[in-house]
């Protein structure tokens, strides 16, 4: 039986910070919202994002998926980086109107994130996997909103 060592401290698990998963999610559909005029009638906006320096320009897509009474899903995905060894970046959002909130639901690939993992776990996903992904978004999306303009005007 082993023996338990009292100097050796005991890891906390993690907990979800739910204020701030839901803060985030929050701010990420008002965020949304302004990226997307016209939100009830298109289907899709482009944006040129600029680069700092000489390195070139990025687009970001943003495309409807799917419309229902109280969610839209939404594909917002990078056609073009400034950095040509990167992979293209697919984000699916989910937005839910009567909460106003905006949420990842997948990520090139990945569906189903979890509030928390276990670490560490087979993928290797962090212990706030899914608060780190909708930071991302709303990092994404503010940038967008700072440096970004209109690539083209896409028609329905």
Known sequence: ??????RVAKKASY??????QQAECEANYVRLCKLMPSLEQRESWEYQVEAKGELPAEKIQLTMLERAPYTFTLEIKQTQS???FEQDRVLRVRM???ARMAEV???NKHWNTRASYDYPNQRMYQKDEKLQLNRFLGEWLAHCL??????QRITD
Do not use: Q
Request: aromatic residues 8%.
């Open 82 to 84: 400034a950095h040509p």
């Open 96 to 98: 839910y109107h009567d």
């Open 1 to 6: 039986m082993p023996v338990s060592n009292p």
């Open 105 to 107: 639901v997948s990520w």
């Open 146 to 151: 700072a440096r970004g303009r209109v690539a």
């Open 15 to 20: 907990v979800v910070d739910l204020r701030s």
